[in-house]
């Protein structure tokens, strides 16, 4: 058999994923090296399939898991592979196990991480990082793995990179961040998770709802009508939860005796929020959440912030505005 009709048939070989015929071939002394269309060898198009029982013969008897060709790598081929992501892990996980570099980038500075999370493949993308992937490189356009997920909706990859540490505030060279690109590309859900663990969770509190819900109720006269709003409601629970259960009624003229004030107003002081950080809630990170699981708890918790600060933030200025109306009181 001729040598290009032996290339011919370990290609068909290859497509098909004929692990016997292959081995054939190459005890007949055909190349493990031998290249095809575009320079591709052999491993690169059983890479580029995710053929992880063909891979690994073609590593086995010596293919180069480090090849390249214009600067796109067999492992880059691997995470762009069309096959099931169980298929692919096994790929790249072999791949890494023969000293593939996870760093190496493309012409378009794009690395495996970027090309696996824009496919969409959150334990590739994961197995990538544990090798030493650098999760926060960005290609020729500022691009991150995170904003590549983000461009193209891919949820459980960016729990994945949010949860390995991905930086969601870096920026593409058009000053556009992963929530950005969500927005863009009408990815409404990840717009929220992102803009929601961007400005709450892990950074300050740029600007407070004000409200003056709690305040109005302090200086109104009370309205028991039938069908009223009592903005009590969530106060009675704050205060029972410090003890303070007796002087509910108390708030309506005024909190008079000093030790209530004083432990009202610790209690406040120990509430003011500076800054949450995912990592600061490890009760929390122990817990296995689905994305959609996860997503739901983070806007609770969102919410669940935002009711207790407003409040408290509000009596802790009307306390310190009218104080010298409470020692009026204490006159009396």
Request: aromatic content about 8%; glycine content about 6%; some cysteine.
């Amino acid at each position: 058999m001729l040598q290009a009709d032996k290339n011919d048939v370990l290609k068909k070989a290859l497509t098909c994923g004929d692990v016997s015929l292959i081995e054939e071939l190459l005890n007949s002394g055909i190349s493990i090296e031998s290249s095809f269309q575009f320079g591709w060898t052999p491993l690169m198009y059983a890479a580029s399939v995710a053929d992880v029982a063909v891979v690994h013969l073609l590593l086995d008897r010596g293919a180069n898991a480090s090849f390249e060709i214009d600067k796109y790598t067999v492992l880059m081929a691997a995470c762009t592979a069309h096959a099931l992501e169980e298929k692919i892990l096994k790929t790249v996980e072999l791949l890494l196990s023969r000293n593939a570099d996870p760093n190496l980038a493309c012409r378009r500075q794009m690395t495996p991480l970027m090309y696996a999370a824009r496919k969409g493949y959150p334990q590739v993308v994961a197995l990538l990082v544990a090798y030493g992937s650098h999760i926060n490189a960005q290609d020729e356009n500022g691009y991150s793995a995170l904003m590549w997920a983000a461009r193209h909706g891919h949820k459980s990859v960016i729990f994945k990179l949010l949860e390995l540490g991905a930086d969601k505030n870096l920026q593409t060279k058009d000053e556009k961040t992963a929530a950005d690109l969500a927005k863009i590309n009408k990815h409404s859900e990840i717009y929220s998770l992102l803009s929601l663990t961007a400005n709450h969770l892990q950074g300050r509190y740029h600007q407070m709802i004000k409200t003056e819900t709690v305040y109005q109720f302090l200086t109104a006269v009370p309205d028991h009508r039938v069908g009223s709003y009592s903005a009590f409601d969530d106060m009675e629970v704050f205060l029972h939860g410090l003890g303070l259960e007796h002087i509910i009624g108390l708030l309506k003229i005024g909190i008079t005796d000093p030790r209530d004030q004083q432990k009202l107003l610790d209690a406040i002081n120990e509430l003011q929020v500076e800054e949450i950080r995912i990592r600061d809630l490890p009760e929390v990170m122990k817990l296995e959440f689905s994305g959609d699981e996860f997503l739901k708890f983070l806007q609770k918790l969102n919410k669940e912030c935002g009711n207790l600060t407003v409040p408290v933030q509000t009596i802790n200025k009307h306390l310190l505005a009218n104080s010298h109306k409470y020692r009026s009181y204490e006159k009396l």
